[in-house]
């Protein structure tokens, strides 16, 4: 895997593995409980697996014509830097529709925790596959900024978990 994108993967590897050991003592109704209108820690959990296994099925098809994309640039830096400041800043988004309709019921963290895992080796298995010279490619669709590169993805992957970070704190409280 490219350095770069060995240095992301395992930082966002390691934000996963801190979120759920934070949450893995707590019993199910803690997991469970929502505040009014609000979703619960487990499905907070079940919405960012949700959103990253969709990512991972369209890169998975759109790195099948990656010589056929256009290359990112300073256009979609750009975007990237709004993206971020979008997931920093307490702004509240609906979840794409797409996304709502892909996230799992389940309630159960440890089974939630597996899914996840699942998800994460299937994306660190499409990023071993990316040559140097096509990290570039926008190859990545976001929903709201649209195509990006790869890099961007995992960058996304990062600020999408810290954005909901505080949503999980709040009801941990």
């Given at each position: 895997?490219?350095?770069q994108l060995?240095?992301?993967y ?7 593995i801190n979120?759920?050991?934070?949450v893995q003592n707590?019993p ?5 409980g929502r505040?009014?209108?609000?979703w619960?820690i487990?499905q907070?959990i ?7 296994r969709l ?5 998975e098809?759109k790195?099948?014509g990656?010589n056929d ?14 993206l971020?400041?979008s997931?920093?800043l307490?702004?509240?988004?609906r979840?794409?529709?797409v ?6 019921k389940?309630t ?8 996840w895992?699942?998800?994460?080796t299937d994306f660190?298995k499409?990023l071993d596959?990316i040559e140097?010279?096509?990290?570039r ?6 929903v709201r900024?649209g195509?990006?590169?790869i890099?961007h993805?995992?960058?996304f992957f990062r600020?999408?978990?810290?954005h ?5 704190k709040?009801?941990?409280k």
């Amino acid at each position: 895997m490219n350095k770069q994108l060995q240095k992301l993967y395992d930082s966002i590897e390691a934000q996963r593995i801190n979120l759920l050991s934070s949450v893995q003592n707590l019993p199910a109704d803690k997991l469970n409980g929502r505040l009014q209108g609000k979703w619960s820690i487990n499905q907070i959990i079940a919405h960012l697996i949700a959103a990253e296994r969709l990512t991972v099925t369209y890169i998975e098809k759109k790195i099948q014509g990656v010589n056929d994309v256009d290359d990112s640039g300073l256009r979609e830096e750009l975007k990237m830097i709004l993206l971020i400041l979008s997931q920093r800043l307490p702004f509240k988004f609906r979840a794409p529709k797409v996304v709502v309709e892909n996230t799992a019921k389940e309630t159960e963290l440890s089974k939630l925790a597996d899914n996840w895992g699942i998800v994460r080796t299937d994306f660190k298995k499409l990023l071993d596959g990316i040559e140097d010279q096509h990290l570039r490619r926008k190859i990545y669709k976001h929903v709201r900024v649209g195509m990006m590169n790869i890099t961007h993805a995992v960058k996304f992957f990062r600020e999408h978990v810290s954005h909901h970070t505080p949503q999980i704190k709040k009801l941990l409280k």
